[in-house]
């Protein structure tokens, strides 16, 4: 029999876990929608005054805000749509293949996942610009068209799958590729929508790596004209504070729509897991 004091403490925290989380945003809404004069009020308020619709307006024609969406989307979707074919291929060579050294090649890929970016930017840019692509739509997807995170989360997914699926599929004259794609990512699918929403969210936040590979602002991305836009109002932060934070809600807009349409993939691979 549950306990009402357990139940009703539980929920308490978890209202104050929600709230704790939920008020950066909170707050950035709220002053993307006040006033100039309302941002420098001694005392900060709430609840703006009077809605100021018009500051995303602003914001959009403060920056090259259409160009920079475009090359944040390309980027987003090239490199979420390698990742996660690369990733599942992988995967499906180190769960279910048997060929010599597979493990120790499994490491090496797990050993990816400790060695931070900025460590291995310089050899990748002077390999980027010997092969003409600085600036280029080739240097913001190609170098992270895989990753180890994702081989290993699809690996121990594909692992928990019994093997006689894959015979059955064989039996019945399916070719690798069809028992990869028409088997085994449909049952797999909680955990490739997971693995789609991490790298879409990775992607489309990515600052540094656009920062290096780009300088022009035919090529910049949302975050890299954020930061511009920062820049840009340096000293006068009380004046156009708004105008950035405008610009920041427009940014993440589209990472809560996709974490809104995938929250049931998510849960369900959270809930299925399976590391064998």
Same mark, same amino acid.
């Given at each position: 029999?549950?306990?009402?004091?357990?139940?009703?403490?539980?929920?308490?925290?978890?209202?104050?876990?929600?709230?704790?989380?939920?008020?950066?945003?909170?707050?950035?809404?709220?002053?993307?929608?006040?006033?100039?004069?309302?941002?420098?009020?001694?005392?900060?308020?709430?609840?703006?005054?009077?809605?100021?619709?018009?500051?995303?307006?602003?914001?959009?024609?403060?920056?090259?805000?259409?160009?920079?969406?475009?090359?944040?989307?390309?980027?987003?979707?090239?490199?979420?749509?390698?990742?996660?074919?690369?990733?599942?291929?992988?995967?499906?060579?180190?769960?279910?293949?048997?060929?010599?050294?597979?493990?120790?090649?499994?490491?090496?890929?797990?050993?990816?996942?400790?060695?931070?970016?900025?460590?291995?930017?310089?050899?990748?840019?002077?390999?980027?610009?010997?092969?003409?692509?600085? +600036?280029?739509?080739?240097?913001?997807?190609?170098?992270?068209? *895989? =990753?180890?995170?994702? !081989?290993?989360?699809?690996?121990? @997914? #594909?692992?928990?799958?019994?093997?006689?699926?894959?015979?059955?599929?064989?039996?019945?004259?399916?070719?690798?590729?069809?028992?990869?794609?028409?088997?085994?990512?449909?049952?797999?699918?909680?955990?490739?929508?997971?693995?789609?929403?991490?790298?879409?969210?990775?992607?489309?936040?990515?600052?540094?790596?656009?920062?290096?590979?780009?300088?022009?602002?035919?090529?910049?991305?949302l975050t890299v004209g954020i930061a511009m836009m920062r820049d840009s109002?340096?000293? +006068?932060?009380?004046?156009?504070?708004?105008?950035?934070?405008? *610009? =920041?809600?427009?940014? !993440?807009?589209?990472?809560?729509? @996709? #974490?809104?349409?995938?929250?049931?993939?998510?849960?369900?691979?959270?809930?299925?897991?399976?590391?064998?």
């Open positions: 029999m549950k306990n009402p004091l357990l139940t009703s403490t539980r929920v308490i925290v978890a209202i104050c876990i929600t709230l704790l989380m939920f008020f950066p945003i909170y707050w950035m809404l709220i002053t993307a929608l006040k006033t100039p004069a309302e941002l420098r009020m001694a005392t900060p308020s709430f609840w703006p005054e009077k809605f100021m619709w018009e500051n995303f307006v602003t914001a959009f024609k403060t920056i090259p805000f259409y160009r920079f969406t475009v090359n944040t989307v390309i980027q987003t979707v090239g490199i979420v749509f390698l990742q996660i074919n690369i990733g599942i291929m992988a995967a499906y060579a180190f769960a279910k293949g048997q060929f010599p050294g597979r493990d120790s090649m499994f490491v090496l890929i797990l050993a990816a996942l400790i060695v931070p970016e900025q460590v291995i930017f310089v050899p990748i840019y002077v390999m980027m610009s010997k092969f003409g692509w600085i +600036n280029t739509y080739y240097a913001l997807i190609i170098p992270h068209a *895989a =990753s180890a995170y994702g !081989i290993f989360l699809l690996r121990q @997914m #594909f692992r928990s799958i019994n093997n006689d699926v894959i015979e059955a599929a064989r039996v019945d004259g399916a070719n690798r590729f069809q028992v990869l794609y028409r088997i085994l990512t449909p049952m797999a699918m909680p955990t490739v929508a997971t693995l789609t929403v991490i790298s879409f969210i990775h992607s489309w936040n990515a600052y540094f790596w656009p920062l290096v590979m780009t300088n022009s602002n035919k090529m910049r991305v109002i340096a000293g +006068n932060e009380a004046l156009n504070f708004h105008l950035l934070m405008s *610009a =920041s809600i427009l940014v !993440i807009l589209p990472i809560v729509i @996709m #974490f809104v349409f995938a929250q049931k993939y998510i849960v369900a691979a959270m809930a299925n897991s399976t590391f064998k």
